[in-house]
């Protein structure tokens, strides 16, 4: 635990673990990466993201990167986005990723569900207004498929077209709002599946 | 009124499975007396021999008629076999309530009983099955390829952990707890001297490293019918076949070691060594033979009514070869089967892969049942020795190990796990750990002279299984529904959920690599690159079958959705309160409300539109009517999918745009098949189509059989025979016929010219667990 001591204290970690979640080790931990990232400055910008040589076979990487600096994902109601991150925001969008913990309730679960999902739909509506519409949708599913050889433009329409198709069937709509969302993606488990592990033991030392 | 006639169909199933039971009895005894079983073979060729001679002498009346049973009796007799577990399966199912009571497994085992009580009173030899080589060759290997082909590998992947936990260390618990506390209990038997004081501590715990591993066979049995989430099945079922290779090992070094009498710790060492041996060993045999099958079904394209049988007889090397040298087979197989499954289905025709999937769902149904079957008559048979306290202990000792094994080590794996497994799960776990046909085969391979307890070792291990598979069996489902434990999904994979598992995946790894540490979506993403980039390439043969998974779900949607298009004429499911239309133009971005006003009113499709939609659709018609013109028994018919694809789909998409606005035509009024219909099962296919010609005054009614959706894998034989029944005269040669509709609203069948669809939209690798 050498990492830690090279880290700013105790009291600051208290309020962060408090605020998202996480153990003092996590937190020390992503803080050593923070500070690996963005060359020991004390803001992450966008180039210092570009520059992470694992991401650049991720299909949906400037989505990814976007989501880091989207105001709507800071838990504080805000909107529009920034321009660089502290370590706060940076610790806040990765407690998105965190596992429900074993013993809640179902209110909690359902918080966490929708927590989870506003994430993901923060993520296809580029523009913040509320609704992910058409444009945005394709845009995603063509990003999903950018990597494959040979695509054609039309599939990757025609995929989004039904899939917006299977909101309402029969109803007019502009775009899927967050309500829709939540519907469509009612029986995917998300709350399961979109965590990643944070380790308590400091292993970072692979990758750049 | 209504319960008379219930009641009286229940007399009549049971009266029917009375006299299928006694017909068998009634011949295997005369057919067993005319074999005199004792027969020698060169006897007979002797006899023939002095015919023969005698007949260059004195020549006889030439036999015109004569009964010559020993010739045949080993094939008859299996047959037999077979055709008697199969008319049980049917007997229960005609019975209404029966089965959603009792476990199938039970209810074979009972026949078996009935059937080795027969035999035995006819005084004849029972057919030793489970113990030579039938079962472990003949009768596992089907089970355990359909399980395995089958498998679905995300789940298994995201499990393999808590599944190998389970599997290795939770059975070696059991078979030390159990083992040891069993040679305790003998031991310490006051005052009367028994046997048990003899038994020694290596065979004690021989006896129980055979009878504490989870059985495979049973376990599907049972949790077929029981549809949990697939959690819980994929841990439970996953761990009875990871555990084969544990139970290898500890049997073979037991055995050899019974004689000798101790373990020293280099046995140990070498007990461990070859653990990983014989599990890593099965395992890549079945690769190899994976990559095999998977590399020569890439040239299949010119043979393709083979092509079932390169998948069949490549599995069946490997589960031979693992054999062979002593590896695990039950994991070679499985392995066999998950490796060449993604790469063999990208290759092969639908008609094949329906052949594969059909037979290996008959196959591993048969051998089911006649493993149960044969379980209940070598239970009849014995030999048999019953001691109270060894049989009461095991029993016991079996369900405490297994509870104290689950709970301990979900407390450690919990520690690793994202997702914890709660209590209700632990205790479906521990509750689902039924034992089977394996254990009773291994004791029974067990060697008299080296095992004087063999007859007790078998006693207990039947009565383990009996209480298993009925006491668990039966209250499992109750239990599960008492304790209100999540179940199966049935609902159709969305395109949505499709799309969004990939979002997912990426996303991610990519918060992965942003925290900095190679977790398990960065290596998974690994695999699929290098997968996608070197492996497919060499073994599959075109490009289609290298498409990403999300274009290829949405290609069979497609395909669903077309053929239930095309058949219904156009007609969709009619929308239930208002009509209206919706056509992509209605998905407008941020026009005001001047946009699109929901059109109460039915719309009048302009004249020109519907005729070119009638042009689209019989030109499709058309065109798999040219496809299907040749047909002989070296080639199939082809495939008319893998010809214009691409086209056909540039056509759907404009009658997808177009399907919303037929609501009602003027001159098709057909009222489109309600979405519940009981004649909504599996499509069906027929030969030679006719044109689809609509005509302005018949009114045509065209019922549809669709793929259902709802159950994926789940072939349910007895659906299929109880639909296929009716309609088996009027499938041959029948193309497209449309029958005026009767004026009792009689729904008539309509046989389609379409090749089978093929896999449905739900059998990508990630599909729920299938039975």
């Not at chain 1, 180039?47 to 976007?66: G, V």
């Not at chain 2, 026009?591 to 039915?602: D, I, N, T, W, Y």
Request: hydrophobic share 45%.
């Amino acid at each position: 635990m050498g990492a830690l001591q090279s880290l700013p204290g105790e009291p600051e970690y208290v309020d962060l673990a408090k605020k998202t979640g996480f153990s003092f080790e996590q937190i020390g931990i992503l803080h050593k990466r923070f500070k690996q990232l963005s060359h020991n400055e004390d803001t992450l910008v966008r180039e210092h993201f570009r520059k992470i040589p694992d991401l650049e076979s991720n299909p949906i990487r400037s989505q990814i990167i976007e989501a880091f600096f989207d105001r709507r994902n800071f838990r504080q109601n805000g909107e529009g986005t920034v321009e660089a991150i502290g370590f706060e925001e940076f610790l806040v969008i990765m407690s998105h990723f965190r596992p429900p913990s074993l013993h809640v309730t179902e209110e909690q679960r359902e918080a966490v569900r929708r927590d989870k999902l506003r994430f993901l739909f923060n993520m296809h509506d580029t523009d913040n207004d509320g609704t992910i519409t058409l444009e945005e949708y394709r845009h995603v599913v063509e990003e999903l498929l950018s990597l494959s050889e040979a695509l054609e433009k039309d599939t990757a329409k025609s995929i989004a077209d039904a899939a917006m198709l299977e909101v309402e069937p029969d109803e007019f709509y502009e775009g899927i709002t967050f309500e829709h969302f939540l519907k469509l993606l009612n029986g995917f488990e998300i709350e399961s599946r979109m965590n990643i592990r944070f380790l308590n033991m400091d292993t970072t030392t692979l990758c750049k | 009124r209504h319960g008379h006639a219930g009641a009286r169909r229940v007399c009549r199933g049971l009266l029917l499975l009375l006299v299928l039971v006694l017909l068998e009895g009634s011949v295997v005894f005369p057919l067993g007396a005319a074999s005199s079983p004792d027969v020698d073979p060169r006897g007979h060729s002797e006899d023939r021999a002095v015919a023969e001679e005698s007949q260059n002498y004195s020549k006889k009346a030439f036999p015109v008629l004569s009964l010559d049973y020993h010739h045949i009796h080993v094939p008859f007799e299996i047959a037999l076999w077979v055709l008697l577990a199969s008319l049980m399966k049917l007997g229960f199912h005609l019975i209404p309530r029966l089965s959603s009571i009792v476990p199938e497994s039970c209810l074979l085992i009972v026949v078996g009983l009935l059937v080795g009580g027969f035999i035995k009173l006819a005084g004849e030899k029972v057919p030793p099955v489970l113990d030579s080589q039938s079962f472990f060759l003949c009768l596992l290997p089907p089970i355990i390829l359909d399980a395995g082909y089958f498998l679905p590998i995300r789940p298994f992947m995201e499990n393999l952990g808590t599944i190998l936990m389970f599997a290795v260390v939770g059975t070696l618990w059991n078979a030390f707890f159990v083992g040891g506390l069993l040679y305790a209990v003998c031991q310490i038997q006051p005052g009367n001297p028994s046997d048990l004081h003899n038994l020694e501590l290596l065979p004690c715990l021989l006896f129980a490293s055979i009878i504490s591993a989870v059985d495979p066979v049973a376990v599907l049995a049972v949790f077929e019918e029981i549809h949990i989430n697939e959690l819980l099945h994929i841990l439970v079922f996953g761990e009875s076949l990871l555990n084969d290779a544990v139970t290898v090992v500890l049997y073979h070094l037991f055995e050899e070691y019974s004689g000798a009498g101790t373990v020293t710790i280099l046995d140990g060492v070498l007990g461990v060594i070859s653990f990983l041996v014989v599990a890593l060993g099965g395992v890549l045999v079945g690769a190899i033979y994976g990559f095999l099958a998977a590399f020569t079904s890439r040239f299949t394209s010119h043979v393709r009514v083979i092509e079932p049988l390169f998948v069949f007889v490549y599995s069946y090397m490997a589960y031979l070869s693992a054999e062979m040298f002593h590896l695990s087979g039950i994991m070679a197989l499985i392995a066999c089967g998950a490796v060449m499954r993604p790469y063999v289905e990208a290759n092969i025709s639908h008609k094949s892969h329906t052949t594969i999937k059909y037979f290996l769902k008959m196959w591993s149904s048969v051998s089911e049942t006649l493993i149960f079957i044969f379980l209940g008559v070598a239970t009849v048979d014995g030999p048999h020795s019953w001691n109270w306290t060894f049989v009461t202990v095991t029993v016991l000792l079996c369900l405490v190990s297994r509870v104290i094994g689950v709970i301990g080590l979900t407390f450690v794996i919990n520690k690793f796990r994202i997702v914890k497994l709660t209590t209700k799960d632990q205790f479906i776990v521990a509750y689902g750990g039924l034992r089977g046909a394996i254990a009773f085969s291994l004791g029974f391979l067990l060697e008299e002279k080296h095992f004087p307890m063999r007859d007790m070792f078998l006693t207990a291990i039947i009565t383990v299984i009996f209480f298993t598979v009925f006491v668990q069996g039966m209250t499992i489902k109750p239990l599960v529904e008492l304790l209100a434990v999540k179940k199966k999904q049935e609902a159709k994979r969305t395109i949505n959920e499709e799309i969004h598992t990939q979002f997912l995946d990426h996303l991610l790894t990519g918060i992965e690599d942003i925290c900095g540490h190679y977790g398990h979506h960065h290596w998974k993403d690994k695999l699929n690159r290098i997968n996608k980039k070197y492996v497919k390439k060499c073994l599959i043969a075109d490009e289609r079958g290298r498409e990403p998974q999300l274009i290829a779900f949405y290609h069979k949607m497609e395909m669903k959705q077309a053929i239930e298009l095309v058949e219904s004429g156009g007609g969709f499911k009619p929308p239930s309160a208002l009509p209206s239309t919706v056509s992509m133009q209605n998905i407008q971005p941020k026009k005001p409300a001047a946009a699109k006003p929901v059109q109460r009113a039915l719309p009048q499709l302009p004249k020109g539109r519907e005729e070119e939609i009638r042009t689209i659709l019989r030109s499709n018609l058309q065109r798999t009517r040219q496809r299907l013109r040749s047909y002989n028994r070296h080639t199939l018919v082809a495939d008319p999918y893998e010809e214009g694809f691409s086209d056909f789909i540039i056509k759907k998409q404009k009658i997808i745009e177009l399907e919303k606005k037929i609501i009602h035509m003027n001159n098709l009024t057909l009222p489109a098949a309600p979405p519940d219909s009981p004649t909504l099962c599996r499509a069906r296919l027929a030969s030679d189509p006719q044109a689809y010609r609509p005509k302005r005054d018949s009114v045509p009614t065209i019922q549809v059989d669709l793929a259902s959706p709802q159950s994926p894998d789940s072939v349910n034989l007895m659906d299929e025979f109880r639909a296929n029944g009716s309609r088996r005269e009027e499938e041959e040669d029948q193309g497209l016929t449309m029958r005026p509709r009767g004026e009792d609203g009689r729904r008539e069948q309509l046989t389609r010219c379409l090749s089978d669809p093929g896999p449905s939209a739900d059998e990508d690798e990630d599909e729920p667990f299938l039975p």
